[in-house]
T-cell receptor, first 114, second 117 residues
Framework: LAKTTQPISMDSYEGQEVNITCSHN???????ITWYQQFPSQGPRFIIQ???TKVTNEVASLFIPADRKSSTLSLPRVSLSDTAVYYC???????????????FGKGTKLSVIP | NAGVMQNPRHLVRRRGQEARLRCSPM?????VYWYRQLPEEGLKFMVY????????ESGMPKERFSAEFPKEGPSILRIQQVVRGDSAAYFC???????????????FGPGTRLTVL
């Protein structure tokens, strides 16, 4: 399973665009890149998933360069309610016992400042 | 369409008691996962179940922990003889029958926060 590295924390002012970069040098050919968001005292929530180039939905954009060794989650015009922990996940860990699991690191704690 | 439901949201137990956590997956989802999260940490996989079957329990502690997903009713994570180290947030996730495991999207419940006194 590819290891991911992302900043521990980031601060941003309201209304700014926030870019969170995740490194995954050992990404495998079949791995997808998925981002989850977790608010305090809540379960993680799926934000976006991609394989290559750019993916955009109503919440965020995901930029993946050609070598796929990193990815950038872009949140346009953040608000206070975007304060959360953002997790970058690459692939699914196959346990060898019949299942695929999500493997979460410590994520990036985004604090949006008024 | 209701999301993943978990109850109770908060559970307090004294050392040695049993804790029973419930999870109702989203409608149409037949796969259930349980994860545990310690403070300031990411989620750690515990067990994966389908209806009436435990598919993978490689993340479960060897003793005191068990899980089930009966034909009718919610999935249950049971912790016997709780200890202080069991204090954590326990999250359940569900997903539909899988066709492409590498793109699996799991939908999480709000979690149960277990406190062991």
């Amino acid at each position: 399973l590819a290891k991911t590295t992302q900043p521990i924390s980031m601060d941003s002012y309201e209304g700014q665009e926030v870019n969170i970069t995740c490194s995954h040098n050992n990404i495998a050919t079949n791995d997808y890149i998925t981002w989850y968001q977790q608010f305090p005292s809540q379960g993680p929530r799926f934000i976006i998933q991609g394989y290559k180039t750019k993916v955009t939905n109503e919440v965020a954009s995901l930029f993946i360069p050609a070598d796929r060794k990193s990815s950038t989650l872009s949140l346009p015009r953040v608000s206070l309610s975007d304060t959360a922990v953002y997790y970058c996940l690459v692939g699914l860990a196959y346990s060898g016992a019949g299942s695929y699991q999500l493997t979460f690191g410590k994520g990036t704690k985004l604090s949006v400042i008024p | 369409n209701a999301g993943v439901m978990q109850n109770p949201r908060h559970l307090v137990r004294r050392r040695g008691q049993e804790a029973r956590l419930r999870c109702s997956p989203m409608k149409g989802h037949s796969h259930v996962y349980w994860y545990r999260q310690l403070p300031e940490e990411g989620l750690k996989f515990m067990v994966y179940l389908q209806k009436e079957n435990i598919i993978d329990e490689s993340g479960m502690p060897k003793e005191r922990f068990s899980a089930e997903f009966p034909k009718e009713g919610p999935s249950i994570l049971r912790i016997q003889q709780v200890v202080r180290g069991d204090s954590a947030a326990y999250f359940c996730a569900s997903s539909p029958p899988r066709t492409a495991p590498h793109t699996d999207t799991q939908y999480f419940g709000p979690g149960t926060r277990l406190t062991v006194l």
